[in-house]
């Protein structure tokens, strides 16, 4: 699905990726963990073509196509999608009116053709019965004057409405209210399938209770300094990062 | 003399000879009023970018680049020209090259509804004109007054609500280039109602300058709504003065759209005469290549318990430009006056400029003033937000500007000139 090597990113002259490796398969779910500044986002953010980061090192290849080439809407395009830790608002634009540019553009980028509005709202109404979203907010402003676990709940509506290959979830648990979290954590269980892949990147151990990861990787410093099992999140959830930070100061 | 003012009077001469030549030889405005236009223009000429409201907006350089010198060639129109300009649901009244056509124009009988052109007024009626827009304070509404066509004068007698918009349909027409002063006198009478839309637009291959002045009275309980449209191409420029004078719980808005235009200059000036009025003063503006559109606005609060809302919204692109200057007196007597003003714009590339300038003058205690103004670049956040969801870069642009400018496209209550003014915005981004 993807595969990423050696990547480096800094902006202005503070390199905050320092050589990522990764692999994901389809069908597989990796979680990511890591203190606060340690690049999980800025990883989300180059891997889903934000362009104020300076890719100094490194490839990334995306079901066989170099992912650094192509610009942001293409890479949605083609099946890569970003959870956004920090949704954004966007006053004037309606949910509806975003999704339906959004995933058109989407099929004629594959020479398919317009959806019906009717095939449309049929889809936008069983989407947002997986993540339980109030109708009313489908049509308001994207985000605009959401709540924090509103704005969280829509980004995995529109995952689940545009059907990506690769998402990445960037603490979208994070705000969430217990309910919320087994909602979107379903919502989510429901879109896997053998053919897509998932990372979750996560501060807390419970969001792996419902979405159990095949990887877990910790990140720290621009790296990934620690990769396991499931375990490997339980065991921080225990002791914290501690141990890792000691270990790996020097590296720095 | 200095060799500025030389220059000065100059152009204005010769723009003045060249009227008089071609006027015709019934004037409309009181005489007196004709003389001090006159001497008022001779006195200080047609501003340049020295005058302080004029710094950006130098009418005497366009008129000597541009205007050297004018034909005043017209065409006549004929139905047909005018038909695509008219708007379905509205009692259509047309005006070329500033004189009121009344063959052209839609002939309905609508109680309370009186239009009639200047040379048709009672000596009452015509004392009215150049009641409000005065020759001393401004050398374009001078210009106006010494040399304005056979205008339209409508008027809304009390209590009495039109139920459907009224459209004036402004239109030039010529050969070479030109000079059009046209007038309009509006009066909605106590307690009535009215809906105004007042469109622009220069056909033909004439290059105008177009001197506009319109004077609006609001009287006790009043209400007028307007919508402006101003789409006059690349070959025009224009001065709108509108002055407007609001009467005890009079209510004025206003919205104006411009959509094309090589020069816009609004001046759109309304005085809240007494107690309890309020007006609203909305404007966008789109422009590209090197357009300029400005916006200068003065809401005079003169009395308490009055409201003014203002909000202006500007997208440059390419090498335009644009202006914003709101001022707002807020009188001694002006107690309990809530006064708002906004502007926001959006820069298109790093050639487009737009100035912005809000100025308060308060002289009251207990008041509510805010303003505040915004220029900048598309929010590069957004753009980021709609091309990860697979929305391509220009696409993604057109969505942000389309929702930056609704919630003013969406003050325009006019299903068909909504849909008039959204296309060709569409069509400009
Ligand atoms: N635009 C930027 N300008 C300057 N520094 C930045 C910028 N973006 C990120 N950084 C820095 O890069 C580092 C990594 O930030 P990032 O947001 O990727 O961390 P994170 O792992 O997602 O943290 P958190 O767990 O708090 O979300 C931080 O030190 C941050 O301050
Ligand atoms: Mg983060």
């Known amino acids: ?252 | 003399m200095s060799l500025i003012a030389e220059n000065k009077s100059a152009v204005t001469q010769t723009l003045l000879d060249q009227l008089q030549n071609n006027a015709s030889k019934v004037a409309f405005m009181p005489d007196s009023e004709i003389v001090s236009a006159i001497r008022y223009l001779e006195d200080k000429g047609i501003p340049n970018n020295k005058h302080e409201d004029y710094k950006y907006c130098n009418i005497e350089g366009i008129l000597r680049k541009e205007f050297k010198s004018v034909e005043q060639s017209f065409n006549a129109l004929i139905p047909e020209d005018i038909a695509p300009l008219k708007l379905e649901e509205a009692i259509n009244l047309v005006v070329v090259n500033g004189n009121y056509v009344s063959a052209l124009s839609e002939k309905m009988i609508v109680r309370g509804l009186t239009v009639k052109a200047f040379n048709e007024l009672s000596a009452l009626e015509k004392n009215l004109l150049s009641s409000q827009a005065k020759s001393e304070s401004d050398a374009l509404i001078a210009l106006n007054s010494a040399f304005c066509g056979n205008g339209l004068y409508l008027e809304i007698e009390n209590a009495n609500v039109i139920p459907m918009p009224i459209h004036i349909i402004y239109v030039n027409s010529g050969n070479g280039n030109c000079v059009v002063n046209t007038r309009s006198f509006i009066r909605i009478g106590p307690n009535a109602e009215a809906t105004l839309v007042e469109s622009f637009y220069n056909i033909g291959n004439s290059k105008v300058f177009s001197n506009f002045v319109s004077e609006k009275l609001v009287e006790e309980n009043a209400k007028l709504t307007c919508f402006t449209f101003q789409n006059e191409g690349s070959l025009s420029y224009s001065v709108h003065t509108n002055q407007a004078k609001i009467f005890k719980y009079g209510n004025y808005s206003n919205m104006t759209a411009t959509l094309s235009g090589e020069l816009v200059r609004n001046n759109h000036n309304v005085v809240l005469a007494e107690p309890n009025c309020e007006a609203h003063l909305n404007g966008l503006f789109i422009t590209q290549g090197t357009q300029q559109v400005d916006n200068h606005t003065l809401i005079d609060h003169q009395m308490p318990n009055c409201e003014s809302n203002e909000l202006y919204k500007g997208i440059a692109k390419d090498k335009s430009s644009g202006t914003f200057n709101g001022k707002i007196f807020v009188r001694k007597d002006a107690q309990k006056t809530n006064a708002y003003q906004s502007s926001k714009n959006i820069l298109m590339s790093d050639d487009a400029t737009i100035n912005t300038k809000p100025q308060l003058e308060i002289y009251a205690d207990d008041v509510k003033c805010s303003h505040g103004t915004s220029t900048g670049k598309i929010d590069t956040e957004a753009l980021f937000y709609l091309k990860a969801r697979g929305i391509g870069e220009d696409t993604a642009r057109k969505l942000l500007l389309q929702a930056f400018a609704q919630e003013l496209i969406d003050k325009i209550e006019i299903p068909t000139l909504q849909e008039r003014v959204l296309h060709l915005f569409e069509e400009s981004l």
């Open chain 1, 1 to 252: 699905m993807i595969s990423i090597k050696n990547l480096h990113a800094s902006i202005g002259d503070k390199e905050i990726l320092r050589g990522i490796n990764l692999e994901v398969k389809a069908g597989e779910v990796h979680a990511i963990m890591g203190p606060n500044g340690s690049g999980k986002s800025t990883l989300s953010s180059v891997l889903a073509g934000r362009e104020d980061y300076e890719i100094t090192e490194g490839e990334v290849i995306f079901n066989g196509k170099n992912l650094l080439d192509m610009a942001a809407e293409d890479r949605a395009r083609e099946g890569l999608f970003l959870a956004f830790q920090y949704p954004i608002e966007i006053p004037g634009v309606s949910n509806i009116n975003f999704l339906r540019t959004a995933l058109n553009e989407i099929r004629a980028y594959h020479g398919q053709e317009e959806m019906s509005a009717k095939d449309f709202l049929a889809l936008v109404k069983d989407k947002s019965k997986l993540v339980e979203l109030d109708s009313k907010l489908a049509s308001r402003s994207v985000n605009e004057g959401f709540s924090g676990g509103e704005k969280k709940r829509n980004e995995i509506f529109q995952m689940a409405m545009l059907n990506p290959k690769l998402a990445i979830l960037d603490e979208t648990d994070s705000g969430l209210d217990i309910d919320a979290l087994r909602i979107v954590a379903s919502g989510v269980n429901k879109l896997k399938s053998k053919d897509n892949a998932t990372i979750l990147i996560t501060h807390y151990q419970r969001l792996l209770d419902y979405i159990v990861p095949d990887f877990v990787h910790i990140l720290y410093k621009g790296r990934i300094v620690k990769s396991g099992g499931k375990e490997l999140a339980l065991e921080l959830e225990a002791k914290g990062y501690d141990e890792i930070k000691k270990e790996f100061e020097l590296a720095d």
